[in-house]
């Protein structure tokens, strides 16, 4: 089993940053903006929002019934689409200001919450939606998630703004990191030998390097350095979140493609792995 180890305070600053930036964009969307289509398939921008609460609810021991119907509608693909599925509709019919309360109630909640955990406790072992791991790696593919939506939201605004915390995006784009190796191996199934570059531009510019010997899987450096990678992939890391996940929006005329470029091709095809 997979045992991530992550800082426990720099996580959780960092959540609790994102739900402070999501709190504050909810509350600046125009009544319009708010019940207009996302960039999600069959979810609002108000829809967003209650995702958000749930997903924190559930954390904190919460449920709420689901409709007879939740997994045959059209967008819902899996059982984590259920759950989320699930909260959205509990909010649905709600008012706006009651939105936004239970949003403020979870966000104080969870902030207690984590802020009481001990280092040992953010090892623990847990499940997570990438597979049994640790907690700390749960609440980092948290900040993955609420970054993402952090973006969602931006573009909903339809103001030009992006992320502006390079601590979020860095925990964000290291979980994004982290997947990358079965996007390559398993989704775009490269070719054993292998060697692939993301260089990721922006607020947290990183570069993520993958060679596929039996697996694809992250190494430091290549052999013959980065100019000998067979693939080189050069993408703002707002822009590689919305492919990864999927979002109606994203470009994938957005990635510079150097080298192979029928294997670049295949890499940004399946980049949306995000459930």
């Given at each position: 089993m997979a045992h991530t180890v992550v800082d426990k305070?720099?996580?959780?600053?960092?959540?609790?940053?994102?739900?402070?930036?999501?709190?504050a964009l909810a509350g600046q969307l125009t009544?319009?903006?708010?019940?207009?289509?996302?960039?999600?398939?069959g979810w609002t921008n108000a829809d967003i929002v209650a995702h958000i609460i749930g997903t924190e609810s559930m954390l904190d021991?919460?449920?709420?019934?689901?409709?007879?119907?939740?997994?045959d509608r059209e967008h819902v693909k899996n059982p984590i689409g259920e759950l989320n599925e699930r909260w959205a509709d509990h909010f649905r019919a709600r008012p706006r200001p009651e939105v936004l309360a239970a949003?403020?109630?979870?966000?104080?909640?969870?902030?207690?919450?984590?802020?009481?955990?001990?280092?040992?406790?953010f090892e623990a072992d847990a499940v997570t939606p990438a597979g049994p791991d640790t907690y700390g790696r749960f609440m980092r593919i948290r900040v993955f998630d609420c970054w993402i939506h952090e973006i969602d939201l931006r573009d909903a605004l339809a103001d030009g703004s992006t992320p502006t915390d390079p601590a979020?995006?860095?925990?964000?784009?290291?979980?994004?990191?982290?997947?990358?190796?079965?996007?390559?191996?398993?989704?775009?199934?490269?070719p054993a030998g292998s060697t692939v570059r993301f260089e990721i531009t922006g607020l947290a510019p990183r570069d993520v390097r993958i060679a596929v010997d039996g697996r694809a899987t992250l190494v430091e450096s290549f052999a013959d350095g980065d100019?000998?990678?067979?693939?080189?992939?050069?993408?703002?890391?707002?822009?590689?979140?919305?492919?990864v996940g999927g979002r109606r929006d994203?470009?994938?005329?957005?990635?510079?493609v150097i080298g192979d470029e029928a294997l670049g091709k295949a890499v940004i095809d399946r980049l949306d792995y995000v459930i």
């Open positions: 305070d720099a996580i959780t600053s960092a959540l609790i940053a994102e739900w402070s930036v999501l709190r009544d319009e903006q708010w019940s207009a289509p996302s960039v999600l398939p021991g919460r449920d709420v019934a689901a409709a007879d119907d939740i997994a949003l403020d109630d979870i966000i104080e909640t969870r902030t207690a919450a984590l802020t009481a955990m001990s280092p040992e406790e979020s995006a860095d925990a964000a784009l290291e979980e994004i990191s982290s997947s990358l190796p079965f996007v390559v191996g398993k989704r775009a199934s490269a100019d000998a990678a067979d693939l080189t992939l050069r993408v703002d890391g707002v822009e590689l979140a919305r492919l994203a470009d994938p005329g957005a990635v510079e």
